[in-house]
């Protein structure tokens, strides 16, 4: 039987995009690439207007702390650094001219020795080095994950639950790169010390499984989970739960538990880094909804706009009500399609938003019932609404994990997830005060 958690929700899956293989664009004219793409501190810029650079050269180094450099993705001269829109709202980023040349930094080499050879110090420098940062949208920067699981992690787990609707981009590259997803497993394995790996995979991708047992065939360190499909079973800890039976405690991470989770998308970047000597200069985006005339997936440069990733779909069929970075769950709405793709952005959705009503909470329960923190969701609305953050803090706000279940299920169309968000930006700057 599939192995699961308690709670959680079944939306309408929408993935129409499973069997669309992955297709590489190139970029356009202009990028405009952000330096902030990472959970941390902003990059600092080491270029200036005019300078001419070249595909996966670094624009901005990484800052002090935790932060991650930026590097190019095209070849082409450095137009403006300014600020402007981004998935997560605004920020400076680099405008570069594309010249259409495509010419790659000729520093970026594979990696000079065998792995087997490479202390785990050197081989999370080059990590850090390449910006490569989790794909799976959290985008907390992977040098600093590996360092806090070093000797802590037994388990290493692959992330390939994919549990939002319409996103399809982890499936269709676990299908299309399986050796190479593996391979950088290997690397990641190598530096944290794991005992064994597990991928984890929901049994609507049973096709992503059957690829990866045959791959992994004959080794005892790797094993395959099938997962049912459920929303948001992708969601650390809800994969914790379900695979290793453990709770994390509040305020603390899957590495405090002997667990390392990382996306599988993160895990081919790395397999880049190494054999390839690419940075973190493109990414893979499922571009769907029911506004799209041909949803598809697509290896996007980073700092395109969304507008012209829509245009490589074949544009828009209808005006969109809602233009999203992510899935529909737990994306972020944008105001523009000038948004420029980021290493956060793992699908890009149009889609024609559906009726709700929005009334008074009836009491239902629904969301509780939903709920895979085991939170009480409508006491968070009653609290926020009431400007009560006192009360918000007894009923464990910050547990929540922002998954949108809620909301999903409420039939008064509440929006609950949005009053949770406001109510832990408050709590957050009581705190700083
Ligand atoms: S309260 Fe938080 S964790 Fe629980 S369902 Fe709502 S968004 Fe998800
Ligand atoms: S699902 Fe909506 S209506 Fe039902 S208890 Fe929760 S907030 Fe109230």
């Known amino acids: 039987m599939a192995l699961t958690f308690r709670g959680g929700i079944h939306p309408e899956e929408n993935k129409v995009t499973k069997d669309s293989p992955i297709r590489a664009i190139a970029a356009r004219n202009f990028v405009r690439i952000p330096l902030s793409q ?52 605004e920020g400076v980023g680099i405008v570069i001219e594309n010249d259409h040349m495509d010419e790659t930094d000729p520093s970026l080499v594979p990696w000079h020795k065998p792995i087997a050879q490479s202390t785990p110090e050197e081989l999370i420098a080059c990590i850090k080095e390449k910006g490569i940062v989790g794909l799976g949208g959290a985008t907390f920067p992977l040098w600093a994950k590996l360092n806090s699981g070093r000797g802590k992690a037994e388990r290493l787990i692959i992330n390939v639950a994919e549990c939002e609707p319409y996103l399809t981009s982890n499936h269709r590259l676990v299908l299309e790169k ?18 064994k790996c597990i991928f984890a995979v929901e049994d609507n991708k049973e096709d992503a499984a ?60 790395v397999y880049r880094a190494f054999v390839e000597g690419m940075p973190c200069v493109e990414r893979v985006v499922t571009v769907s909804g029911d506004c799209v005339r041909t949803p598809a997936n697509l290896l996007v440069p980073i700092g395109m706009s969304f507008g012209e990733v829509l245009e490589a779909c074949g544009g828009l069929a209808c005006q969109p009500e809602k233009l999203i970075s992510g899935g529909p ?59 009560n953050l006192d009360d918000a803090e007894y009923y464990n706000i910050t547990s929540c994990s922002e998954c949108g279940s809620c909301t ?24 700083k005060k």
């Open 329 to 387: 769950m737990m994306g972020t709405a944008q105001w523009t399609a000038d948004t420029p793709v980021t290493r956060g952005v793992g699908g890009i959705l149009a889609i024609t938003a559906e009726e709700k009503k929005t009334g008074n909470c009836i009491h239902c329960g629904r969301c509780v019932r939903a709920c895979p923190m085991h939170l009480m969701p409508l006491e968070f609305y009653r609290a926020i609404q009431g400007g």
């Open 210 to 269: 059957d690829a990866l047992q045959t791959v992994l065939q004959g080794s005892d360190h790797f094993a395959v989970a099938v997962l049912k499909t459920k929303y948001p079973q992708g969601d650390e800890r809800q994969l914790i739960r379900a695979l290793l039976g453990k709770e994390i405690p509040k305020g603390k991470l899957p590495a405090d538990v002997g667990a390392v989770i990382i996306n599988a998308e993160t895990c081919w970047a």
């Open 178 to 195: 399986t050796r190479e997803v593996v391979d950088g497993v290997k690397i990641l394995l190598y530096i944290l010390g794991a005992e």
């Open 38 to 89: 990472h959970i941390g501190a902003p990059a600092v810029p080491v270029v200036k207007v005019g300078d001419r650079v070249l595909r996966g050269a670094v624009i901005a180094e990484a800052a002090e702390g935790l932060s991650c450099p930026i590097h190019s993705s095209v070849s082409g001269k450095v137009l403006a650094i300014e600020r402007g829109t981004t998935p997560r709202g």
């Open 408 to 431: 999903f299920v409420c039939p008064a169309g509440i929006p609950i997830l949005q009053n949770i968000r406001i109510g832990k930006d408050n709590l957050r700057n009581r705190l």
